[in-house]
């Protein structure tokens, strides 16, 4: 069949003519980004329209795969050969692919101060809650040099967003940007002003965004000194508490029961000199362990402590409380038990 549409037409099928040109131009800029970066050890890349290095070399593997794969699934090879072609290339097809996903929100943006060109181009990506940026300063055509890096938090892409100031400093552009909506604090860029850019007329906070005033800082509490009793009855009532909001009966390892008030509260030396902590590891299990988890925390959220500045939700602290932080965790699939650390804070010791 394929013989007599052949002699029919006159001329090759159309078909895989576009397959080897989409392959050739594949390699052929898949090499040329390559050899640039190798040259350059890394500093150059190639940049057409919005998309460097990074996304060539991803988008030219993708397309000389599929285009590779159906040239191969078209000759007259064995089918055998055929078939294990396509496999291979459906693989590597969906890699690429999975690449050229994290890669797919991507903005380029150029920096600009009131409306003239600085000659720096910002490409940031974004993929869930990471978000990075590079500075790319022209050296050709389509060839550009790393100048300097920007990150966000949360995805945040800041260039994209306009949220960043140009200032002319000397023979440098300080350039300050957001790296989280509304977000006060912001990091800063210094660039070397570029032959051609100069932008003489620019001035401070000029280039779309003006960042937001820093708040004033929020005094931070502290503790008021407190005795070695006072930390021992602390520690003893919080005990108490967990155990009341666990429900049921509190059990160790051994499965005798645990009552609060007959624990011991060990003492350690703080690195201040004439004072102490409490410190007390308790392992225990209840009918639910993980429900019973819930309510231990809930009852220290009662008590005015707060969850861990890390996120981590099996932490509560304070700077106030007599009980500095208490932790716990759920290690029922390992030995059936709750493993509970509670610290307090220092004390002074008898006779300070």
Same mark, same amino acid.
């Given at each position: ?21 989409? #392959? ?5 800029? *898949? +090499? ?7 040259? &350059? @050890?890394?500093? !150059?890349? =190639? ?31 064995? #089918? ?5 072609? *396509? +496999? ?7 890699? &690429? @692919?999975?690449? !050229?996903? =994290? ?250």
């Amino acid at each position: 069949m394929k013989a007599e549409l052949t002699a029919e037409t006159g001329r090759p099928r159309v078909f895989p003519r576009i397959v080897a040109v989409v #392959l050739a131009a594949a390699v052929g800029l *898949l +090499l040329v980004v390559l050899t640039v970066e190798q040259v &350059s @050890a890394g500093a !150059a890349t =190639v940049l057409l329209g919005p998309f460097d290095g990074h996304a060539l070399i991803v988008g030219c593997t993708l397309l000389g795969t599929i285009a590779a794969t159906i040239g191969v699934w078209l000759s007259g090879s064995l #089918l055998s050969v055929r078939i294990l072609a *396509l +496999l291979l290339g459906v693989a590597a097809s969906a890699f &690429s @692919a999975l690449g !050229a996903f =994290v890669l797919s929100d991507t903005s380029v943006t150029t920096i600009e101060v009131n409306g003239c060109d600085t000659g720096y181009v910002v490409v940031e990506r974004s993929f869930l809650f990471l978000s990075t940026g590079t500075i790319y300063r022209p050296d050709g055509p389509f060839i550009v040099v790393a100048a300097g890096r920007s990150s966000g938090d949360d995805g945040y892409m800041p260039f994209a967003a306009g949220t960043y100031a140009v200032t002319r400093v000397g023979d440098d552009w300080q350039i300050d940007y957001a790296i989280e909506s509304g977000r006060a604090a912001a990091d800063t860029s210094s660039l070397p002003v570029l032959a051609g850019h100069e932008c003489t007329t620019a001035s401070s906070g000029e280039g779309g965004w003006d960042p937001p005033p820093t708040p004033t800082p929020t005094p931070t509490p502290t503790r008021a000194v407190v005795r070695q009793d006072q930390i021992v009855d602390a520690v003893r009532t919080m005990i108490a508490a967990s155990f009341d909001a666990a429900g049921g009966e509190v059990r160790d390892a051994t499965g005798n029961e645990l009552d609060a008030a007959t624990l011991s509260v060990p003492l350690a030396p703080c690195d201040v000199p004439g004072t102490e902590r409490a410190e007390v590891s308790l392992q225990f299990a209840t009918a639910d362990n993980a429900r019973s988890l819930t309510r231990i925390l809930e009852a220290w959220d009662d008590a005015g402590y707060l969850p861990d500045r890390a996120m981590q939700s099996d932490i509560r602290y304070s700077e106030t409380l007599p009980v500095a932080q208490m932790t716990i965790r759920d290690r029922t699939t390992i030995d059936g038990l709750l493993h509970m650390t509670i610290t307090s804070a220092c004390a002074v010791s008898p006779g300070e």
